[in-house]
T-cell receptor, first 115, second 112 residues
Framework: EAQVTQNPRYLITVTGKKLTVTCSQNMNHEYMSWYRQDPGLGLRQIYYSMNVEVTDKGDVPEGYKVSRKEKRNFPLILESPSPNQTSLYFC??????????????FGPGTRLTVT | RKEVEQDPGPFNVPEGATVAFNCTYSNSASQSFFWYRQDCRKEPKLLMSVYSSGNEDGRFTAQLNRASQYISLLIRDSKLSDSATYLCVVNGNSNSGYALNFGKGTSLLVTP
């Protein structure tokens, strides 16, 4: 089954404790992306990757890191989480096309609470 | 001005009604446009891509107006199951064109 998986689905942590949210896709997509969704603000792009070893900042990259060492994986790293990073996080992937990115497939989301 | 703007609604319509949503975008160089559907606390899912010539998928019709920089979604014969938030998505203004901008979404509630 074609899918994007994220782990963990739910996480409660404390300020400053490094964490990683994993994302994996089995569709051989070049493009992967991370978003956060907050009430009243909608989905905002954190980082995206056009292919292995190629990453770029989205709208809200501060406080986050990513890596793309393999095509299927795109982990999101919070080196020192803060309460304002409490949010619902989505990973997504798609094929890349000349006109831009194709249809995106989203993971089920990770609900993160930082106390 | 925000990249992508949508009327947040909520739109409350009775079953069987026709409802239309609009979305405006600020980057005239954008080339890819989509409508996504998001159910409460779930991940967004692609509803349909929006092509220059307009496209239809069953009860759903999407239109693109490049001159006025807006996209529309028309839903005919609304069903209870159409209740959801509808997200307008436009590729962004980075040099590569690969950054995506989401509207905040338009909430639709279809009532019996």
């Amino acid at each position: 089954e074609a899918q994007v998986t994220q782990n963990p689905r739910y996480l409660i942590t404390v300020t400053g404790k490094k964490l990683t949210v994993t994302c994996s896709q089995n569709m051989n997509h070049e493009y992967m992306s991370w978003y956060r969704q907050d009430p009243g603000l909608g989905l905002r792009q954190i980082y995206y990757s056009m292919n292995v070893e190629v990453t770029d900042k989205g709208d809200v990259p501060e406080g986050y890191k990513v890596s793309r060492k393999e095509k299927r994986n795109f982990p999101l790293i919070l080196e020192s989480p803060s309460p304002n990073q409490t949010s619902l996080y989505f990973c997504a992937s798609s094929f890349s096309r000349l006109a831009g990115v194709g249809e995106q497939y989203f993971g089920p989301g990770t609900r993160l609470t930082v106390t | 001005r925000k990249e992508v703007e949508q009327d947040p609604g909520p739109f409350n319509v009775p079953e069987g009604a026709t409802v239309a949503f609009n979305c405006t975008y600020s980057n005239s160089a954008s080339q890819s446009f989509f409508w996504y559907r998001q159910d409460c606390r779930k991940e967004p899912k692609l509803l349909m891509s929006v092509y220059s010539s307009g496209n239809e998928d069953g009860r759903f019709t999407a239109q693109l107006n490049r001159a006025s920089q807006y996209i529309s979604l028309l839903i005919r014969d609304s069903k209870l199951s159409d209740s959801a938030t509808y997200l307008c998505v436009v590729n962004g203004n980075s040099n590569s064109g690969y950054a995506l901008n989401f509207g905040k979404g338009t909430s639709l509630l279809v009532t019996p």
